[in-house]
């Protein structure tokens, strides 16, 4: 069973900047894809960001291509994402996931483990 740990939400202004960070309790944890997803109040979880398993290949949203920025540290066991000039439609709780797929990396449905979550809100 894989334990993913979010951290790095919180409370910010338009236009700052937060990195949030997810460690895996894996074994092997190159070997998984990792990604995250966000989802707002009355909304859909949606795609953010994945990456491949060795971290050369990175996948976005074309909205927060430029914004995000998505890495890993295997040694760590440790996947980030750098989110800055945060907007309030930032605003969610950001999920961590990991699969062993290598197929879809931006469908939700590919992922097996997920994170709690953890709350991002840009003020205004």
């Known amino acids: 069973q894989v334990q993913l740990v979010e951290s790095g939400g919180g409370l910010v202004q338009v236009g700052d900047s937060l990195r949030l960070s997810c460690t895996a309790s894996?074994?092997?944890?190159?070997?998984?894809?990792m990604g995250w997803f966000r989802q707002a109040p009355g909304k859909e979880r949606e795609f953010v960001a994945a990456i491949s398993r060795s971290g050369s290949i990175t996948y976005y949203v074309d909205a927060m291509t430029g914004r995000f920025t998505i890495s890993r540290d295997n040694a760590k066991n440790t996947v980030y994402l750098q989110m800055n000039n945060l907007r309030p439609e930032d605003t969610a709780v950001y999920y961590c996931?990991?699969?062993?797929?290598?197929?879809?990396?931006?469908?939700?449905?590919?992922?097996?483990?997920w994170g709690q979550g953890t709350q991002v809100t840009v003020s205004s």
């Open positions: 996931a990991g699969t062993l797929s290598t197929l879809q990396p931006r469908t939700a449905s590919a992922y097996n483990y």
């Open positions: 894996a074994r092997a944890f190159s070997t998984y894809v």
